[in-house]
């Protein structure tokens, strides 16, 4: 489900978490397809994101987390990312919303990602 400030909730995860774990299985061994979901994620915003001289667009990446997939855009040389995203109506910063239309467009692939790797999961583990 989308949610406020480009981000994606996937209803009834927290509960299939927490119902693998009495089974033996661990939230961090989503990780891998954690990751893998994050890294699309950057891919995806950092091709929608403005490239005037491509800092901005390079500095997009996908952290590992172990139950949830996170895109940041921006470093200490492009403190500018929120601004460009958002936009800054004084300073005449129309939003671009890059990290929104990522996350619309990897919303569908997201959840069949992570079902891939539940399922996967769930057969390793054998409770199928």
């Known amino acids: 489900m989308p949610t406020a400030a480009g981000s994606v909730r996937v209803d009834g995860l927290n509960q299939t978490l927490t119902a693998l774990q009495r089974f033996g299985v661990e939230a961090g061994d989503l990780?891998?397809?954690?990751?893998?979901?994050?890294?699309?994620?950057?891919?995806?915003?950092?091709?929608?994101a403005p490239k005037r001289s491509g800092r901005l667009s390079s500095s997009i990446r996908g952290n590992k987390a172990k139950a949830k997939a996170i895109v940041i855009a921006g470093r200490a040389r492009v403190p500018y990312a929120g601004a460009i995203n958002y936009g800054w109506p004084n300073r005449g910063i129309r939003p671009a919303l890059?990290?929104?239309?990522a996350d619309a467009a990897l919303a569908p692939?997201?959840?069949q990602m992570l079902e891939a790797g539940i399922d996967?999961?769930?057969?390793?583990?054998?409770l199928t």
């Open 109 to 111: 692939k997201a959840v």
């Open 98 to 101: 890059f990290m929104q239309r």
């Open 120 to 126: 996967q999961l769930i057969r390793r583990e054998g």
């Open 31 to 48: 990780k891998d397809v954690m990751s893998a979901i994050a890294d699309e994620g950057a891919q995806l915003a950092s091709s929608f």
